[in-house]
């Protein structure tokens, strides 16, 4: 149980138990065993992402959020008054991907990898627009995300509703996400893919993007 929470406290953005069980080189069966004990023990607590759980400490220090958004949508106000090109923000989101782990601070899991062929990236496009609700930092509710998948072209559209405070300059923090978003997937599978911001309505507080193997 040293070893799990060590692990869970050196991952504070959530893993999962595939994670936990390859992090700790032990069987996925004896990590559920023992995270059923930390549970009932409230030492930690999980979120569920589609059909996956990712596992939290309880004691985990973090920065109040607040805090950290003041901050950020200060410093994208910033952005918005000396950057015209929003295409140069990717470049942005390719350093931040440089300087961390995505997504959460964990892996993907295993079972959602693309292997070269078209139903295994399909379930990694389906996997990733499931995970796009769960970043409460920037979006501060419970947002909705519609997910239309063009299975010949390798391509997902994701249509990101119900979002706060979409002011001009937050659609700074997308074209910086989508610089993440593709860098870091090239990083971490060694895959080109190609994201896109489609459509950005603030009227209506939505946001379309777009995610594509290439």
């Given at each position: 149980m040293e070893e799990i929470m060590s692990f869970i406290n050196q991952n504070p953005s959530g893993v999962t138990i595939t994670d936990i069980a390859n992090g700790i080189s032990t069987s996925r069966v004896t990590a559920g065993k023992y995270i059923a004990i930390l549970l009932e023990r409230q030492e930690v607590f999980f979120k569920e992402i589609g059909a996956y759980k990712l596992y939290y400490s309880t004691k985990s220090k973090l920065i109040p959020r607040e805090l950290i958004y003041s901050y950020f949508t200060g410093l994208l106000s910033g952005l918005d008054k000396i950057i015209e090109n929003k295409e140069q923000l990717k470049l942005i989101g390719e350093a931040i991907?440089?300087?961390?782990?995505?997504?959460?601070?964990?892996?993907?899991?295993?079972?959602?990898?693309?292997?070269?062929?078209?139903?295994?990236?399909?379930?990694?496009?389906?996997?990733?627009?499931?995970?796009?609700?769960?970043?409460?930092?920037?979006?501060?509710?419970?947002?909705?995300?519609?997910?239309?998948?063009?299975?010949?072209?390798?391509?997902?559209?994701?249509?990101?509703?119900?979002?706060?405070?979409?002011?001009?300059?937050?659609?700074?923090?997308?074209?910086?996400?989508?610089?993440?978003?593709?860098?870091?997937?090239?990083?971490?599978?060694?895959?080109?893919?190609?994201?896109?911001?489609?459509?950005?309505?603030?009227?209506?507080?939505?946001?379309?993007?777009?995610?594509?193997?290439?």
């Open positions: 991907s440089e300087r961390t782990d995505f997504p959460y601070g964990s892996k993907f899991p295993e079972e959602v990898l693309p292997k070269n062929n078209s139903r295994s990236v399909i379930k990694f496009l389906t996997y990733f627009g499931s995970m796009i609700p769960f970043v409460p930092f920037v979006y501060r509710n419970k947002i909705e995300v519609n997910t239309k998948i063009l299975k010949e072209q390798k391509k997902a559209f994701y249509r990101i509703k119900n979002l706060r405070d979409l002011s001009e300059f937050m659609q700074n923090h997308f074209y910086i996400m989508i610089g993440v978003i593709e860098h870091s997937i090239k990083k971490k599978l060694g895959i080109e893919v190609k994201c896109e911001v489609v459509k950005m309505d603030l009227e209506n507080n939505v946001v379309e993007i777009s995610l594509e193997f290439i």
